[in-house]
């Protein structure tokens, strides 16, 4: 596909496969094109790698952090349980919605918790709502460990950011989704491999083995799930799709 964009036409030529289609510059649909690209792009570019959150890196785009929030506030969960903690930054992201809320902790689990992340975290004024578990994630003795510390009838969600292989994502999901409450999530990030398949970064075989592909199986048996995007909660536009690194990735538990 070539994108070309005239600033001064104001259009943007979509041509594809012997085909060519003029788009009005400032339409939704030239937005979502451009939006898509600029996905891809941006995280050539380590974009991602910017942002913190209260002093701890953070490695998602802004949107992406925002739409959390959003489901967060509305679950209002009592355990948030992240697989992959890194520098921990979405850690203390959810600790800090819990703590703003008055209610919920997280439990970060990781294959390898670094000690420059481990002694950070532990300084940090928001560790007291966080539970650090290392060890493989998908291994029966960690998901037993984190499911341990789950009381009966809390409200839970789960979200997905470790290895991001198929395999192990979809470990993960048949590991963790009985945690899971109605109206809740697991939540299968960084889908988003698949688009980036072709970047100079990219692997050519993230265009099938990714999040997504996991997320989409598991959901094709376990009817109990769907994956839906969540309903934006303010909405004065005409655009409907997310701009994320997580398609595909919401799994709401339906019943």
């Known amino acids: 596909m070539k994108l070309i964009i005239d600033t001064e036409c104001k259009t943007l030529v979509k041509e ?8 009005d510059l400032y339409s939704k649909e030239s937005f979502e094109l451009i939006s898509h690209q600029w996905l891809k792009v941006g995280w050539n570019a380590k974009y991602p790698y910017v942002f913190s959150w209260m002093g701890r890196p953070i490695i998602q785009i ?36 819990c703590k703003a809320m008055g209610k919920g902790r997280v439990i970060g689990v990781d294959i390898e918790i670094r000690p420059h992340n481990r002694k950070a975290l532990e300084a940090h004024e928001l560790f007291p709502l966080i ?3 290392e060890g493989d994630s998908s291994a029966p003795e960690i998901v037993n460990q984190v ?4 009381r009966p009838g809390e409200t839970v969600m789960v979200l997905l950011d470790s290895k991001h292989t198929k395999e192990h994502v979809l470990g993960e999901l048949n590991a963790y989704h009985d945690l899971i409450t109605p109206g809740s999530y697991i939540v299968a990030m960084d889908g988003s491999m698949r688009d980036l398949y072709d970047v100079p970064r990219g692997k050519a075989e993230w265009i099938w083995d990714n999040p997504a592909e996991a997320a989409i199986e598991f959901a ?8 839906e995007q969540p309903a934006w909660p303010f909405n004065e536009s005409d655009l409907t799709e997310a701009i994320t690194h997580w398609p595909d990735a919401w799994l709401r538990r339906v019943r």
């Open 147 to 150: 499911k341990s510390l789950v």
């Open 62 to 97: 802004p949107e992406d952090i925002i739409r959390i929030q959003e489901v967060i506030y509305r679950v209002k969960p009592d355990v948030i349980i992240e697989c992959g903690v890194a520098h921990g930054g979405a850690l203390i992201l959810y600790a800090s919605l």
């Open 131 to 133: 539970t650090l578990i």
């Open 16 to 23: 594809e496969n012997g085909e060519s289609v003029a788009l």
């Open 220 to 227: 094709s048996v376990h009817p109990e799930f769907v994956i």
